[in-house]
Nanobody
């Protein structure tokens, strides 16, 4: 099974920056999409940024121009660079992978979530 571990969250002031990281480990055949979501209690989970299997990147309009998603060649490490943070960015951030397991079945894996709080 694929296990995801996140790091990089914290408490910052508006205008500050953070860099979130997600490390994937375990057994798998191939990794495809690598994504970042965020969730605030009482609201729907929101897709922040996604990098498709072929490398296409899409951002939510609210973070476009401020956030940058990236990953290494093996796709086992992904990052979310967050600049010019706003109070509206406060949420729990989750990384998500999908791909093909060693038994050739599709899978989906989620990280444990990391809290980002932006407050003056």
């Amino acid at each position: 099974q694929v296990h995801l571990v996140e790091s990089g969250g914290g408490l910052v002031q508006p205008g500050d920056s953070l860099n979130l990281s997600c490390q994937a480990s375990g057994s798998f055949f191939r990794l495809y999409s690598t994504d970042w979501y965020r969730h605030t209690p009482g609201k729907q989970r929101e897709l922040v940024a996604t990098m498709s299997g072929r490398g296409d990147i899409t951002y939510d309009y609210s973070v476009k121009g401020r956030f940058t998603i990236s990953r290494d060649e093996t796709r086992t490490s992904i990052h979310l660079q967050m600049d010019n943070l706003k109070s509206e960015d406060t949420a729990v951030y989750y990384c998500r992978y999908d791909g093909i397991a060693n038994d050739r079945r599709g899978f989906e894996a989620w990280g444990q979530g990391t809290q980002v709080t932006v407050s003056s």
